[in-house]
């Protein structure tokens, strides 16, 4: 049996494809060198990983063992993260860090999916900070704000502007690229496989969580080049709110693999493309890959992957770890 394609993009995910190389400026080199690193890859992937969709038929190595990958990867979300209710549990942060407010993984993730949790200071303009501010909607009221739950060592609206606005620029393609893959979602997999006991979540009943093509996780690639180019910008941060930028980076993209709606293997080829893209995206490349290196070791999905990945699921393994070669054991 063959898993069906998830189907086409809506209207407002088709309108949000942008061109390979987008935008050009952010890229330090030619635009055949960035289109070579993303082909190179979407060949890699449909090999290693997840096998493209064209022409009505799944094509790639990777089709030989789609299924039975798929299913593997579904049981172990299951029992990995589903019978713990990990999202229940308080993010980790390094070795004598601390939280400034202690929320669960549920929490962020709502933030994550554009939640505003205040919704009465919703219609408020974005200030810096102040005392008459909840924590709730300076928490969500933007992309990334949620860092404040981990650390207030950096001012929120610089933040902000570090980890999401000024790092938008660095992001590939996502829906160009998911079109390509057409990955239906876990919980797809696991009604098709007859997979018993799974379970998924969204944000808010609004939000857009699930419904496109799983593979990449935008989250995922977002949050590790975001946590990126926080560190290339901000060379100087100490070495705890390094380990906090660290964590909160990786967790954007174990969040939604806890919450059923991507696998392990979405977040391996996002991690991958993170790597191929950081020697050409900063000024500090050796720097900032050497962070992301370290970055993973924080990650949940990335030790679960490392412990448990064996079988079909041993290609995407050995393609992370050439990306990444020192390993988190």
């Not at 086409?8 to 330090?28: E, I, M």
């Not at 977002?222 to 926080?230: E, F, I, K, N, Y």
């Not at 705890?240 to 980076?249: F, H, M, N, R, S």
């Amino acid at each position: 049996m063959k898993l069906a394609p998830f189907g086409a993009l809506n209207n407002f995910h088709t309108a949000r494809r942008d061109s390979f190389l987008w935008p050009k400026a952010r890229f330090n080199g030619t635009e055949a060198e960035y289109t070579t690193i993303i082909e190179d890859w979407v060949t890699d992937v449909a090999d290693q990983v997840w096998p493209l969709w064209q022409g009505g038929q799944w094509k790639g190595n990777a089709a030989a063992k789609m299924t039975d990958a798929a299913k593997a990867e579904v049981e172990i979300i299951i029992d990995a993260y589903q019978k713990i209710n990990k999202l229940s549990q308080i993010p980790s942060l390094p070795a004598g860090a601390t939280h400034t407010v202690e929320h669960d993984h549920r929490w962020h993730y709502r933030i994550e999916d554009a939640i505003v949790l205040d919704r009465c200071e919703s219609c408020k303009p974005k200030t810096i900070d102040d005392a008459n501010k909840t924590f709730p909607y300076r928490a969500s009221r933007d992309v990334g704000s949620n860092f404040i739950a981990y650390s207030d060592a950096i001012r929120l609206d610089e933040w902000e502007n570090l980890f999401w606005r000024r790092a938008t620029p660095l992001h590939p393609d996502l829906f160009g690229l998911k079109e390509r893959f057409m990955r239906p979602r876990p919980w797809a997999a696991a009604a098709a496989l007859g997979v018993s006991g799974f379970r998924w979540e969204v944000g808010d009943p609004i939000t857009h969580t699930g419904v496109h093509p799983s593979i990449l996780s935008g989250h995922c690639i977002q949050g590790l080049l975001g946590a990126c180019h926080v560190i290339d910008e901000r060379p100087d941060l100490p070495a705890e709110l390094v380990g906090k930028i660290a964590q909160y980076g990786v967790d954007w993209g174990d969040r939604r693999v806890f919450a059923g709606v991507h696998y392990p293997t979405d977040n391996i080829a996002s991690w991958v493309l993170a790597a191929r893209l950081i020697p050409k995206m900063f000024k500090d490349p050796a720097r900032v890959m050497d962070f992301a290196t370290q970055a993973l070791k924080h990650s949940a999905v990335y030790q679960t992957v490392q412990s448990t990945f064996s079988g079909v699921l041993l290609p995407p393994l050995e393609l992370l770890n050439k990306a990444y070669p020192v390993k988190a054991f």
